[in-house]
Nanobody, 125 residues
Framework: QVQLVESGGGLVQAGGPLRLSCAAS????????MGWFRQAPGKEREFVAT????????SYADSVKGRFSISRDNAKNTVYLQMNSLKPEDTAVYYC??????????????????WGQGTQVTVSS
């Protein structure tokens, strides 16, 4: 089992930054591809960013490319999402997810084995 706990969400003005963290415990975090997804009210959960188990490969949704950055610290069992130049349309619950087995990350929800409980991000205009 892997437990994932997100933190760092909150209310921020448009144009501002916010950094989310996802702390993992349980099975080997360093072998997991990690992803961030988000879900706005009335919408499906969508891909935001992903990072490979070793951290060398990252990928982003077009809507956040150039503004968001995903990183990980395997010594701390933590993955981060640095969000800059936030827009009201970034408002959502943000979830981290783990894909076990030395995989790269993935943009597909079904590829992930474990999910956190989510953290709310609200961007005011």
């Amino acid at each position: 089992q892997v437990q994932l706990v997100e933190s760092g969400g909150g209310l921020v003005q448009a144009g501002g930054p916010l950094r989310l963290s996802c702390a993992a415990s349980g099975r080997t975090f360093s072998s997991a591809g990690m992803g961030w997804f988000r879900q706005a009210p009335g919408k499906e959960r969508e891909f935001v960013a992903t990072i490979s188990w070793g951290g060398g490969i990252t990928s982003y949704a077009d809507s956040v490319k150039g503004r968001f950055s995903i990183s990980r610290d395997n010594a701390k069992n933590t993955v981060y999402l640095q969000m800059n130049s936030l827009k009201p349309e970034d408002t959502a619950v943000y979830y981290c997810a783990a894909r076990m087995g030395y995989y790269s990350g993935s943009a597909y929800r079904d590829d992930y084995d474990y999910w956190g409980q989510g953290t709310q991000v609200t961007v005011s205009s």
